[in-house]
């Protein structure tokens, strides 16, 4: 069956640090997309990166980064140099090619990034 | 400028009084569902359509009604409104499958509390 976990609920760094967000995925499809959404304080959600299952290769977008590890099942998110303004909440999600009907989102981690 | 609409965007109302959350899109979209967004529980998909007339349910439909006539609407109606549906609501549209390479856009949120 398909999962999502975002095992940490909530984390707090201070501004400068840096953080990476954990997401560890369940699936028996061997096609498959993992996303990643920001959801800032005003509730909106922002897509931030889509990555099929045959592109193992690492995504670099300014302070962004994500590893993406078939073998342990993980698409983890790193900021660098965190800012006040990536405090949100962000939420790793997964779809299976084939399944017509939804994105299965984990339950979300909080981030809080103190001056 | 594509995008997903919501109305309202804040809705407070009482136990039983029927409501309906509408949504728009202006990308010519064919697939759009609804999502509800609850504290610890990430977001969860209620209902979903894959092009006008065809409607199928998410993994919490209960007490939710939907209707897709045409392309650029889907309403989600609560017939009977109760408490447990207080919740952030979210409606996404996308070009094709949610299993797929299409990215999904989401609208900015409506926001119904039930007393």
């Known amino acids: 069956a398909q999962k999502v976990t975002q095992a940490q609920t909530e984390i707090s760094v201070v501004e400068k640090e840096d953080v990476t967000l954990d997401c560890v995925y369940e699936?028996?499809?061997?096609?498959?997309?993992l996303f990643w959404y920001k959801q800032p304080p005003s509730g909106e959600l922002v897509f931030l990166i889509r990555?099929?299952?045959?592109?193992?290769q690492n995504e670099i977008s300014g302070r962004y980064s994500w590893n993406f590890q078939k073998s342990t099942s993980s698409f983890n998110f790193t900021i660098t140099a965190s800012q006040v303004v990536d405090s949100a909440v962000y939420f790793c999600?997964?779809?299976?090619?084939?399944?017509?009907?939804?994105?299965?989102f984990g339950k979300g981690t909080r981030l809080h990034i103190l001056p | 400028e594509a995008q997903v609409t919501q109305n309202p965007r804040y809705l407070i109302t009482v136990t039983g009084k029927k409501l309906t959350v509408t949504c728009s899109q202006n990308?010519?979209?064919?697939?759009m569902s609804w999502y509800r967004q609850d504290p610890g529980l990430g977001l969860r998909q209620i209902y979903y359509?894959?092009?006008?007339?065809?409607?199928d349910k998410g993994d919490v439909p209960e007490g939710y009604k939907v209707s897709r006539k045409e392309k650029r609407n889907f309403p989600l109606i609560l017939e009977s409104p109760s408490p447990n549906q207080t919740s952030l609501y979210f409606c996404?549209?996308?070009?094709?499958?949610?299993?797929?390479?299409?990215?999904?856009?989401f609208g900015p949120g409506t926001r119904l509390t039930v007393t």
């Open positions: 990555r099929n299952s045959f592109d193992e």
């Open positions: 699936t028996r499809d061997t096609t498959y997309y």
């Open positions: 996404a549209s996308s070009l094709g499958l949610a299993g797929s390479i299409y990215e999904q856009y």
């Open positions: 990308m010519n979209h064919e697939y």
């Open positions: 359509s894959m092009n006008v007339e065809v409607t």
């Open positions: 999600a997964l779809s299976e090619a084939g399944r017509d009907d939804k994105i299965i």
